[in-house]
């Protein structure tokens, strides 16, 4: 009985107080005329699992103790300019406006994202993140770097993910069988309890890649700053009746 009252205390405090990594990276600068050179010529992403910027989260196993594993991030990267004079957009006035702004200032403001790690509270471990560009990414692989041009955000970037053990894991498999159906709804409705059947050394982990507003408001923080806002607004009307 005594096991099942923490297995539940740990179902609910896992989806709420998960181990979390969060890493804030960018702008980060390439070579105009070479990023897709860089794409064709290395492949160093052709058996790397790709991510775009979204609020959902992307599942990874990472066993402590190896090299990792390497993400091939694509930015949600528009050069405005280009686009403008070369197929004749049409833009909003926001990007209108952001046009205005010194190149540095703008790209601080529209391309900065975020890696956040989460995996479950009953796995002791450190993980280290390391963001590369194409360049980089091609000198940690022992191929040559490339000459710099103009410089512009990049349209793909190298995510090394590490992990470290730093602890003794619970072993959820010893708990009550009675009660592994609430470790099957933890995982099927959070994604953080521990599953049942897997490699002893491998760590799952829900890898988030998103965009970072105005350099420091991620995305998936916006329904809660409006909602935040709407109930403000309404609490001030009500208390002035």
Known sequence: MARLVWLIVLVVCAVVHANTEIYTFGPHLCARHKVGALVDTS???????SMSPAPTPKRFMITPGTTGAWVALFPDYND?????????????????LLLQIPDRMRWMLT????LRLSWPANIPADFLIHVHTP?????????????????QPCELLFAKISAVSTGTRLRVDELASSA??????AEHLGGWAAPLRRDAQDIPVDVTFERVYLGCIPQSTLPLILYLCIATVA??????R
């Open 111 to 114: 391309q900065r994202y975020q």
């Open 80 to 96: 405005f300019e280009q686009a403008v004079h070369k197929y004749e957009l049409k833009i909003t006035w926001l990007q209108t």
């Open 135 to 151: 360049e980089k990414a091609l000198h940690k692989q022992k191929q040559a770097p490339v000459d710099e041009g103009p410089l």
């Open 43 to 49: 492949r160093l992403s052709v058996s790397w699992p």
């Open 235 to 240: 609490a001030s009307l009500l208390s002035t």
């Open 180 to 185: 592994h159906w609430l470790l099957h709804l």
